[in-house]
């Protein structure tokens, strides 16, 4: 007879997710020196036929939304990830809001689950967004940033 396993509740780890979300805030104030303009537009060449897109859809008094997009030209669009992200000026944060369709993330989730999402699917995306931010820092250089 097969046993099933049941995987405790996921609890994050809140002191690590903030400081996730502090060093990207960080991040993006060094990849986007005015912020508080809406419906401003930066990209960013960080490779032959490989770009970044960062455009500030929102800005309120105490938040900034916006939306980073990779371009890729040899990939469809559906492959080419994209996210939002809320900043957060009075805690210093930046939180990922959706990714690639998904919309907000709990804390946790129970797995498996119907959408298939990890357990600590919060966690992953704003490390991944970590990542996205820590290779576009390392790649640009000033001549390959476009305001528009």
């Known amino acids: 007879m097969s046993e099933v396993r049941t995987l405790k509740k996921h609890v994050p780890k809140l002191a690590s997710l903030h400081a996730v979300?502090?060093?990207?805030y960080g991040r993006?104030?060094?990849?986007?020196?005015?912020?508080d303009q809406q419906k401003l537009e930066y990209c960013f060449a960080v490779g032959k036929g490989l770009s970044y897109r960062i455009v500030i859809q929102l800005c309120e008094p105490y938040t900034t939304t916006l939306e980073m997009r990779q371009l890729n030209e040899g990939l469809p669009a559906y492959m080419q990830p994209v996210m939002q992200i809320r900043l957060y000026h009075d805690a210093r944060m930046a939180e990922v809001m959706g990714f690639q369709q998904m919309g907000r993330f709990k804390p946790s989730y129970p797995y498996p689950n119907?959408?298939?999402?990890?357990?600590?699917?919060?966690?992953?995306?704003?490390?991944?967004?970590?990542?996205?931010?820590g290779f576009c820092l390392r790649n640009l250089s000033p001549s390959s940033i476009q305001q528009g």
């Open 21 to 24: 979300c502090e060093a990207n």
């Open 28 to 35: 993006l104030l060094r990849l986007l020196p005015d912020l």
């Open 114 to 133: 119907s959408l298939m999402h990890q357990r600590n699917e919060k966690e992953l995306v704003n490390h991944f967004l970590s990542e996205w931010l």
